[in-house]
């Protein structure tokens, strides 16, 4: 009988244990609630992504996202019509054209590497600084000047607000301002816009981050170094930037559950990766 008095008490102690804690799914399906995501269109990929991955294991959390470009994430979350604003740089502080947002709080999600990319048809895998300073300022205005065709560029740009315009003019154009009309100038709202046209205007070049680069544009060396993960990571390459998830204060609930999520090993060194992204904990 003493036997059967230890093993009851070995049932009962584990009985105990299972009620007062929770397993993980039932903390997941627990978990609920409404997501608002606006912001950046270069980092809506790994928000798309992340999203599908999140309501998976929380199916009782909606996540709605949309993008309109960086300034509109802090906007919307200052305006109290987002959770997260996404957004390819930090909002809470001042930046050149860009004041900070006042309570707002930067939550690092991921390294953003950009590139020049040209149309397939203009016969160009390498610039300079002042190459690319001179196209987009509108000096240069044939590729023949810069070992390509003797064909007219077109110059494709980000709307002012966008993020990854903020990016490329800092640290692809070294400050250098952009050209802003004429016969042979186009302005898109967003990343996608910028594919479609990179891919489908000969003679074109525009910039996009490494997420949107498809085998029918061409990335550009910039001073002969890849616009690559590697090249980032070793300090080669300096066109990038982090991207962030801006918050009203500090997250919470199921907000901050997510933002957790895309922060974690899983999804920094998989899905995130797998997007042409780089994990934040690879920058030293």
Same mark, same amino acid.
């Given at each position: 009988?003493?036997? =059967? ?5 070995g049932v009962?102690a ?10 993980a799914?039932? %903390?997941?399906?627990?978990?609920s609630?409404? @997501? ?11 928000t798309? %992504?992340? +999203?599908n991955?999140f ?8 996540i ?7 300034v509109t994430?802090p906007?919307? /979350?200052?305006k ?8 390819d740089w930090?909002?809470?502080?001042n930046?050149?054209?860009?004041a900070k ?7 690092? *999600?991921a390294v @953003?590497p950009f590139?020049? /990319? $040209? ?8 610039l300079?600084?002042?190459?690319? %300073?001179?196209i &987009?300022s509108?000096k ?6 810069v ?5 007219d560029?077109? *110059?494709?740009?980000?709307? &002012?607000?966008?993020g990854?315009?903020?990016?490329f003019?800092?640290?692809?154009l ?10 042979n =100038?186009?302005?898109?709202k967003?990343?996608g816009d910028?594919k ?7 003679? +074109?070049?525009?910039y996009?981050?490494l997420a949107? $680069?498809?085998d029918?544009?061409?990335?550009v060396?910039?001073?002969? *170094? ?5 090249n980032? @990571?070793?300090?080669?390459?300096? /066109?990038?930037?982090?991207?962030? =998830?801006?918050t009203?204060g500090?997250?919470?609930g +199921? ?5 957790? =999520? /895309?922060q974690?090993k899983?999804f ?15 920058m030293?």
């Amino acid at each position: 009988m003493k036997w =059967y008095k230890k093993l009851m008490a070995g049932v009962l102690a584990a009985t105990l244990i299972t009620a007062v804690v929770p397993s993980a799914t039932t %903390q997941a399906a627990s978990l609920s609630g409404r @997501i608002v995501i606006n912001g950046s269109s270069a980092l809506l990929p790994l928000t798309l %992504q992340a +999203a599908n991955e999140f309501k998976k294991a929380n199916p009782r959390v909606r996540i709605s996202a949309s993008a309109a470009g960086s300034v509109t994430g802090p906007q919307a /979350v200052r305006k109290g019509i987002a959770d997260i604003g996404a957004c390819d740089w930090d909002a809470s502080t001042n930046v050149p054209g860009f004041a900070k947002f006042d309570g707002q709080v930067a939550n690092k *999600v991921a390294v @953003i590497p950009f590139a020049a /990319v $040209v149309n397939k048809s203009t016969g160009v895998d390498n610039l300079s600084t002042k190459q690319l %300073q001179d196209i &987009f300022s509108g000096k240069v205005t044939n590729w023949k000047s810069v070992g390509g065709k003797d064909a007219d560029i077109i *110059v494709v740009n980000r709307s &002012f607000g966008s993020g990854t315009r903020v990016n490329f003019q800092l640290k692809a154009l070294e400050g250098k301002d952009f050209m802003s009309k004429g016969s042979n =100038y186009k302005e898109v709202k967003s990343s996608g816009d910028m594919k479609t046209a990179v891919e489908t205007t000969p003679n +074109a070049i525009g910039y996009i981050d490494l997420a949107y $680069v498809t085998d029918k544009m061409t990335a550009v060396k910039v001073n002969n *170094v890849a616009p690559s993960e590697a090249n980032v @990571i070793n300090g080669s390459y300096k /066109v990038w930037s982090y991207g962030y =998830y801006m918050t009203k204060g500090a997250p919470t609930g +199921a907000t901050k559950a997510f933002i957790d =999520y /895309v922060q974690s090993k899983k999804f920094q060194n998989g899905s995130l990766r797998k997007l042409k992204f780089i994990p934040i904990s690879a920058m030293k």
